[in-house]
């Protein structure tokens, strides 16, 4: 089947700061929504497979990761910053900005980026060949598929011949199929207005549209306005079905190619996900700094995440639980339309490189 095709990724300017080993693109102060700093999308910064000379005179490799600007996608970038694990490593990062994980996937294969987040929403594409997966980050139960109120919208059976706004290969996108499906209807039974995540958000906030399928802390800003929006379905319905991984995604080029720097990167991001999974309050404290948002929309939003020891990760991989979420996810996404058939999860997992690392320490 021909896939659909991706959108752009939206840049606007950006901000270096190249205290330590990272330069990092902040959201302006005085602008701390999650909203306005999902919003922001950022520039390309200078080409993969440079090195950068850090200030003790060793030679670090460059690497531009994306992210999208939330605890669970952001939080070990965060980590890995303020406790100096990129340098650790040998590494100099700089981060980019993005709305959702698609328009990540379409800036690695234009070279544009060389590592980026993903929700479950978009593990389509990895296994469409797009992209490869090289860690795990953890569980989300951020989904959520709401209404506005005041529209006589109580379930999501009366979604029927309503105006729902969602963005395209999310996992809003797959949140929404699975509610439809559990209350007896298809995609062709409402009005699916595609939109990226940002736009569905003011589109919510200004009921131009019935309801949408966003996710946690999108929906944050819509419900500080709206305290009593609908909310219909939500990723903990469907836990006996399925579990909802995000991950860390490279080119599959960057993964053949470049073995090593995989190696590098998934140690950064095991030692960042052990320290994560250690303290979540610090953890909490420190992604809000990186994200400059208020701490406690912060903590609420790490409430929609299961987090996951290196360890667990690792014995997952290895006696195929991972493979096995991947795979129905997989199930999923054939039903759906947006695969034609499943492919091993071996081959756009590379959870070899990832056991590898971390028997490298």
């Not at 509610?179 to 995609?187: D, F, M, N, V």
């Amino acid at each position: 089947m021909s896939l659909p095709r991706l959108p752009r990724t939206d840049r606007t300017d950006r901000t270096d700061r190249t205290a330590g080993t990272a330069r990092t693109a902040r959201p302006a102060r005085g602008r701390t929504t999650p909203f306005t700093t999902a919003a922001a999308v950022l520039v390309v910064l200078a080409a993969a497979g440079c090195s950068a000379e850090a200030a003790d005179g060793e030679k670090r490799q460059k690497i531009d990761f994306g992210y999208i600007a939330d605890y669970n996608q952001a939080g070990l970038l965060a980590i890995a910053e303020k406790r100096g694990l990129w340098a650790k490593h040998g590494l100099d990062a700089s981060y980019k900005v993005f709305t959702d994980g698609p328009t990540q996937i379409t800036a690695l294969g234009a070279g544009d980026l060389d590592f980026g987040t993903i929700g479950p929403g978009a593990t389509w594409l990895p296994a469409s060949g797009k992209a490869t997966v090289i860690a795990v980050n953890q569980l989300g139960r951020a989904d959520r598929v709401v209404a506005l109120p005041g529209k006589g919208i109580r379930t999501v059976a009366d979604l029927k011949g309503r105006k729902v706004a969602v963005p395209e290969g999310t996992s809003g996108d797959m949140i929404l199929t699975l509610a439809l499906k559990k209350a007896g209807l298809t995609r062709q039974d409402v009005q699916v207005v595609p939109m990226a995540p940002p736009t569905a958000v003011a589109a919510l906030a200004s009921r131009k549209i019935d309801a949408a399928a966003l996710w946690h802390p999108l929906l944050g800003t819509v419900e500080q306005r709206m305290p009593d929006l609908v909310e219909l379905a939500k990723s903990a319905d469907f836990a006996e079905e399925f579990v909802f991984p995000s991950s860390v995604v490279a080119s599959p080029r960057t993964v053949k190619e470049r073995p090593g720097l995989v190696t590098d990167v998934n140690r950064v991001l095991q030692e960042a996900n052990d320290l994560r999974h250690r303290d979540r309050a610090e953890s909490v404290r420190i992604t809000a700094g990186f994200l400059r948002l208020d701490e406690r929309a912060v903590a609420e939003d790490a409430r929609n995440t299961q987090p996951l020891s290196t360890a667990d990760l690792l014995r997952k991989t290895e006696d195929g639980t991972v493979a096995r979420w991947f795979a129905a996810l997989q199930e999923f996404f054939v039903s759906t339309g947006k695969l034609d058939g499943p492919a091993r999860p071996d081959s756009f997992y590379a959870g070899g490189l990832y056991t590898k690392a971390a028997d490298g320490k």
